[in-house]
């Protein structure tokens, strides 16, 4: 059973920085960062392939940087300028080759203004 476990969230405020951590029990072709807020969708923020290719949300470029150890199965995403409109629960995901997806159990980023 493929496990992702995160860690790092927590409250900030607004300016500061958090790093998120996903550390996978498998390696997969490519892990990324989602985030939701009570009653809307979940987004995409991050996602980064096995070969380092990374993309992101407009709404975090230049603020938020993805990265991967594919030796440790983990992936990492450090959280510049963070804004109050960052607060939501963020949500680790792997993608396996065959196309099969994976959560993570989520840790709430809080941001104050």
């Known amino acids: 059973q493929v496990q992702l476990v995160e860690s790092g969230g927590g409250l900030v405020q607004a300016g500061g920085s958090l790093r998120l951590s996903c550390a996978a029990s498998?390696?997969?072709?490519?892990m990324g960062w989602y985030r939701q807020v009570l009653g809307k969708q979940r987004e995409l923020v991050a996602r980064i392939t096995s070969s380092g290719t990374p993309m992101y949300a407009q709404s975090v470029k230049g603020r938020f940087t993805i990265s991967r150890d594919n030796a440790k199965n983990t992936v990492y995403l450090q959280m510049n300028s963070l804004k109050p409109e960052d607060t939501a629960v963020y949500y680790c995901?792997?993608?396996?080759?065959?196309?099969?997806?994976?959560w993570g159990q989520g840790t709430q980023v809080t941001v104050s203004s």
């Open positions: 498998g390696s997969f072709f490519r």
């Open positions: 995901n792997a993608e396996g080759i065959d196309s099969s997806d994976h």
